[in-house]
Nanobody, 131 residues
Framework: VQLVESGGGLVQTGGSLRLSCATS????????VAWFRQVPGKEREGLAC????????????DYSDSVKGRFAISSDNAKATVSLILNNLQPEDTGDYYC?????????????????????WGKGTHITVSS
C-alpha cells in the first residue's frame, strides 16, 4: 500500500494550493481517503474525507469545522487519486499535511476518522503560509 502526497510548498497569506494524494495497493473505490494535518505544538487534526458520511448522507464528503468552506476534497477513481484544494490560506494553516486511507468506507463520518485514525498513511507534504 502506498499513499504519496504532493503539492505542498510556500504560499502567501490568502493564497491557494492544491494537494494530491496518489494511491496504490488497495481497492481505491472501496476505501475512504482523508486528509489530516499536524501543526507544530498541536494534535493531529482531520480535515476532509471522501467518500464518508457527513452525518446526514453516506458516501459523500465531510470536513472539519476549521476548514469547511475553505478546503475542497475530490477523488478521481480512474487515477486512484484524491486532491485537496486549499483556499484563503492563513499562517495557522502552516504544517505537515497527510493523506490516509481506511477500509471502513463511506458510511463512517469524518469525526470518527479524525478520532480513531485510519489504516494507511502517507509520509506527508509540508505547507508554509507566510504572513
Amino acid at each position: 500500500v502506498q499513499l504519496v502526497e504532493s503539492g505542498g510548498g510556500l504560499v502567501q497569506t490568502g493564497g491557494s494550493l492544491r494537494l494530491s494524494c496518489a494511491t496504490s495497493g488497495f481497492p481505491f473505490g472501496e476505501y475512504t481517503v482523508a486528509w489530516f494535518r499536524q501543526v507544530p505544538g498541536k494534535e493531529r487534526e482531520g480535515l476532509a474525507c471522501v467518500p464518508c458520511s457527513d452525518g446526514n448522507r453516506d458516501h459523500t464528503t465531510d470536513y472539519s469545522d476549521s476548514v469547511k468552506g475553505r478546503f475542497a476534497i475530490s477523488s478521481d477513481n480512474a487515477k486512484a487519486t484524491v486532491s485537496l484544494i486549499l483556499n484563503n490560506l492563513q499562517p495557522e494553516d502552516t504544517g505537515d499535511y497527510y493523506c490516509a486511507a481506511d477500509s471502513r468506507g463511506g458510511t463512517v463520518t469524518g469525526a470518527y476518522y479524525w478520532l480513531y485514525g485510519m489504516d494507511y498513511w502517507g509520509k506527508g507534504t509540508h505547507i508554509t503560509v507566510s504572513s
